[in-house]
């Protein structure tokens, strides 16, 4: 198997990879990485990174007490509702998140926040689960997770 395709499906995964895999999922689909680095953030919180360079992407699967907690991914790029965001200037992509917002039911939150130290603007779309960092105009990380709000209203 292979990475069928770059559309992002929030709250579902990207492609044929679920927000639900694990590492050996993610290997069945996409084979060996070029480079896999175990994280230590703390006593109870760790990740498993698997580097797929040549393609652009890491899958980080985060675990908490040694218990798989949630996978995250960072692209270089990401198709949504058939929109390729490289395509896009910062504004539209911007525009285009509200109104996929919008037309999909959900509230329409978002955080925002400007590092001085590196000129780069972060924006995170929590109903989506969707986070992208900007320099100037252009995309400087783009990484997609399920959103904690799905997660917790799925454990309800």
Request: some cysteine.
């Amino acid at each position: 198997m292979e990475l069928i395709d770059l559309n992002f499906y929030p709250n579902i995964g990207l492609g044929n990879i679920s927000f639900y895999f694990q590492e050996n999922d993610i290997l069945q689909v996409m084979g060996s990485p070029e480079k896999r680095m175990i994280y230590s953030y703390s006593e109870k919180e760790s990740a498993i990174c698997l580097f797929y360079n040549k393609l652009g992407i890491s899958f980080w699967i985060h675990y908490e007490d040694n218990l798989f907690n949630h996978l995250s991914i960072s692209i270089e790029d990401i198709i949504l509702d058939g929109m390729k965001f490289s395509l896009l200037s910062k504004q539209g992509i911007l525009e285009f998140v509200r109104n996929y917002h919008y037309q999909c039911g959900y509230d329409y939150l978002y955080e925002n926040t400007y590092n001085e130290n590196v000129n780069e603007e972060f924006y995170y779309f929590e109903n989506i689960g969707l986070s992208i960092w900007f320099e100037e105009d252009y995309i400087s990380d783009i990484s997609i997770k399920m959103s904690s709000n799905f997660i917790m209203g799925h454990m309800n």
